[in-house]
T-cell receptor, first 112, second 115 residues
Framework: QKEVEQDPGPLSVPEGAIVSLNCTYS??????FMWYRQYSRKGPELLMY????GNKEDGRFTAQVDKSSKYISLFIRDSQPSDSATYLC????????????FGTGTQLKVEL | DGGITQSPKYLFRKEGQNVTLSCEQN?????MYWYRQDPGQGLRLIYY???????QKGDIAEGYSVSREKKESFPLTVTSAQKNPTAFYLC??????????????FGPGTRLLVL
């Protein structure tokens, strides 16, 4: 069993929809959680960075962490075609340090 | 403009050949990393370096080598011992300030293909 599980998709939604992307994990030592967005043939771009449990909002993006369930989510409101990308979750027991463990990524397509 | 640059964008390797991928950053970050990305497998850590002249193996270091002679540069050599080198290679760096700056930022990647 992988330490971090992420549904690979593809997930296809209409423009304007609310998107929910999720990861589950097994290592209770993870304290720091990140979401990266990766466009095709490009490097990942950091979207959200959260510590421990709770919610964090940045524009149309909300990151949610539930450590008791070992479950993290990224919500995208009012989704746009430009949001079409692969979304990677990553986590670490220390502050974004040397040992990031990544999910395999969820491919999202937002259609007009 | 601060950032991480990787070159070349595409690289072709012949059988038995060593090839070197370049990674440069002007973010004044201390730590640098190399990852390999394959479809359906996520990112896997090859090597990382926290300081000049020091580096550690990641999860899949066999068939790869690195050097860290300058703070801003962390080249990766894919040796002939790496039997399945076709992948997308990503370089990342990390600062040591607090909060968000403590996580890793990625370069644009190099796609390595075997002829």
């Amino acid at each position: 069993q992988k330490e971090v599980e992420q549904d690979p998709g593809p997930l296809s939604v209409p423009e304007g929809a609310i998107v929910s992307l999720n990861c589950t994990y097994s290592n209770s030592a993870f304290q720091y959680f990140m979401w990266y967005r990766q466009y095709s043939r490009k490097g990942p771009e950091l979207l959200m960075y959260t510590y421990s449990s709770g919610n964090k909002e940045d524009g149309r993006f909300t990151a949610q962490v539930d450590k008791s369930s070992k479950y993290i989510s990224l919500f995208i409101r009012d989704s746009q075609p430009s949001d079409s990308a692969t979304y990677l979750c990553a986590m670490s027991p220390t502050g974004g340090g040397n040992k990031l463990t990544f999910g395999t990524g969820t491919q999202l397509k937002v259609e007009l | 403009d601060g950032g991480i640059t990787q070159s070349p964008k595409y690289l072709f390797r012949k059988e038995g050949q060593n090839v070197t991928l370049s990674c440069e950053q002007n973010l004044n970050h201390d730590a640098m990393y190399w990852y390999r990305q394959d479809p359906g497998q996520g990112l896997r850590l090859i090597y990382y370096s926290q300081i000049v002249n020091d580096f550690q193996k990641g999860d899949i270091a066999e068939g790869y080598s690195v050097s860290r002679e300058k703070k801003e540069s962390f080249p990766l050599t894919v040796t002939s011992a790496q039997k399945n080198p076709t992948a997308f290679y990503l370089c990342a760096s990390r600062g040591l300030a607090g909060g968000r700056e403590k996580t890793q930022y990625f370069g644009p990647g190099t796609r390595l293909l075997v002829l």
